[in-house]
Nanobody
Framework: QVQLVESGGGLVQSGGSLRLSCAASGFTLDYYAIGWFRQAPGKEREGVACDSIRSGSTYIDDSVKGRFTIARDSAKNTVYLQMNSLKHEDTAVYYC????????????????WGQGTQVTVAS
């Protein structure tokens, strides 16, 4: 059974940092594409960072480029989203997601989703 559990969200001041974790179980993360998405109130869910070892692809959205990085820990079967220089507009629920084939960092291309973790950046 594929399961993703996010953690690490919280309240942070503008300019601060957070690291989100996504622990995977029921499958080997390295064989799958993984992505971090976010959804702010009243907005559509959007791709923030995605990675696929099999396709050799890493995508970072322009809105977070230079501030966010995605990384995997194969031994822990966990993926991270390191978020630095946070801005108020980064406030959202952050989700990790996975799927067997990477096409693009779009919601429809990912099959399994975590429950989400809230990130709030105070201005």
């Amino acid at each position: 059974q594929v399961q993703l559990v996010e953690s690490g969200g919280g309240l942070v001041q503008s300019g601060g940092s957070l690291r989100l974790s996504c622990a995977a179980s029921g499958f080997t993360l390295d064989y799958y594409a993984i992505g971090w998405f976010r959804q702010a109130p009243g907005k559509e869910r959007e791709g923030v960072a995605c990675d696929s070892i099999r396709s050799g692809s890493t995508y970072i959205d322009d809105s977070v480029k230079g501030r966010f990085t995605i990384a995997r820990d194969s031994a822990k079967n966990t993926v991270y989203l390191q978020m630095n220089s946070l801005k108020h507009e980064d406030t959202a629920v952050y989700y990790c997601a996975t799927g067997p084939t990477y096409v693009s960092c779009s919601v429809g291309n990912f099959r399994y989703w975590g429950q989400g973790t809230q990130v709030t950046v105070a201005s």
